[in-house]
């Protein structure tokens, strides 16, 4: 009789131990959101029980939204990518449209603030307008980069990281053209290249590329522009009266052999509907010898 009295006692407080374990890690997996860690067993607990390990969510902090009272300039999440990629970088403020912004990067912990572009505020809706910056990253390093978008000033500014993996296909010394350190082409003579473009829509954001046989280093200038800048007899009533145009600088990259590579990123949100004409030049460090030129035509629809 008292074993079978201390049988039960023995399975009753069995019963309440499971219960109460039952109850804990449901009270932990219901009091957490969002975001999953892995709990790892113990070497002793693993060799018991070889089961995968437990999932428990725990509740992630979300960013606060911008005061709208003051001014404020958001970045979207940009994530990793790979060195080659075209990195478009947007986000929104209630900056007023048309102001300045300008985008600089940093790369790694260098601390080294790097002036990239600069463009205008995009219009949006109920006060709160946006922005939109395109890199190439063909010429870049691998590793992690903060960039930063700001007023002139940079009283305004908002920030956002990403990294890049794969090769490095740049040089550390970049430099201009000089006719004495170049690489030519199967008849003796240099060159530079603009791979097709084709039609594009309005507001398309897109690489522009071509082929040289200038060195890896060898700076560049792209310009684009509409066509009837070269002839007037293109330039139509319905054209508009402030033409949207881009220059900027690039970088030659390593190739196959003798034939290097450069590219351009190019974002048409507000650019007219045209032809378009993209000619790519070797400079010098002033920007008043030009010599050797490559060129392409598109049209934006």
């Not at 958001?74 to 985008?103: A, F, M, Q, R």
């Not at 507000?270 to 000619?279: C, L, M, P, S």
Request: aromatic share 8%; net charge neutral; with cysteine.
């Amino acid at each position: 009789m008292k074993s079978q009295q201390k049988s039960g006692i023995r399975l009753i407080c069995l019963a309440l131990l499971i219960v109460i374990a039952t109850i804990s890690i449901a009270g932990c997996v219901n009091s957490t959101q969002d975001q999953q860690i892995q709990m790892t067993p113990t070497s002793n607990q693993q060799r018991e029980n070889p089961a995968a390990a437990t999932t428990v969510m725990i509740r992630t902090p979300t960013a606060p939204a911008p005061d709208p009272s003051t001014p404020f300039i958001t970045v979207d999440p940009i994530g990793e990518k790979n060195i080659g990629d075209l990195v478009v970088i947007s986000g929104t403020t209630n900056l007023p449209e048309k102001t300045v912004i300008y985008l600089y990067r940093t790369f790694g912990d260098s601390g080294e603030e790097k002036m990239t572009a600069n463009k205008q505020v995009l219009s949006g809706t109920n006060g709160i307008n946006r922005w939109r910056f395109a890199l190439d990253s063909s010429g870049y390093k691998p590793g992690s980069y903060k960039l930063t978008v700001a007023t002139p000033k940079k009283d305004v500014s908002g920030s956002a990281q990403f990294s890049l993996k794969g090769t490095f296909l740049g040089t550390d010394k970049p430099h201009y053209y000089s006719g004495a350190s170049k690489t030519s082409g199967s008849d003796g003579t240099p060159y530079i290249t603009v791979q097709p473009v084709g039609d594009r829509q309005q507001g398309d954001v897109f690489l522009i590329s071509g082929t040289t046989s200038l060195d890896p280093g060898t700076l560049l200038l792209y310009q684009v522009y509409p066509d009837y800048f070269e002839d007037k007899t293109k330039r139509s009533a319905s054209s508009s009266p402030e033409p949207s145009s881009i220059a900027g600088d690039t970088i030659v990259i390593r190739g196959n052999g003798n034939t290097n590579k450069w590219s351009c990123a190019l974002d048409t949100e507000g650019y007219e509907k045209t032809a378009y004409i993209v000619n790519v030049s070797t400079v010098n460090e002033d920007y008043t010898i030009r010599e050797i030129f490559g060129s392409a035509q598109f049209t934006l629809r």
